[in-house]
Nanobody, 123 residues
């Protein structure tokens, strides 16, 4: 059973930064990609970013390009999301996702999710 545990959420002012972490229960090489999604109140879950476990290729939603950076630490079986220049519209529960499929399909994420971590951007 795959376990993904997120941490690092919190309350931050607009323009501030947060770093989210996702620790996997096993090697991230078990997956093709690992990613982050978010769900704001009253909205559907949406894609934020993903990274390939092997090659470090990344992809971002247009709404976060240039502000968010996804990275991975193979030794720690962890994926991170550095979020800078945060905006109120970034407020959401952020979920870590792992996809073992080749190829992955970030628009139809695989059903391996963490429990989520709340990010609130407000003054």
């Amino acid at each position: 059973q795959v376990q993904l545990v997120e941490s690092g959420g919190g309350l931050v002012q607009p323009g501030g930064s947060l770093r989210l972490s996702c620790a996997a229960s096993g090697s991230i090489f078990s997956f093709n990609t690992m990613g982050w999604y978010r769900q704001a109140p009253g909205k559907q879950r949406e894609f934020v970013a993903f990274i390939t476990a092997s090659g470090g290729f990344t992809n971002y939603a247009d709404s976060v390009k240039g502000r968010f950076t996804i990275s991975r630490d193979i030794a720690k079986n962890s994926v991170y999301l550095q979020m800078n220049s945060l905006k109120p519209e970034d407020t959401a529960v952020y979920y870590c996702n792992a996809d073992p499929r080749y190829p992955s399909d970030y628009l139809r994420p695989y059903d391996y999710w963490g429990q989520g971590t709340q990010v609130t951007v407000s003054s």
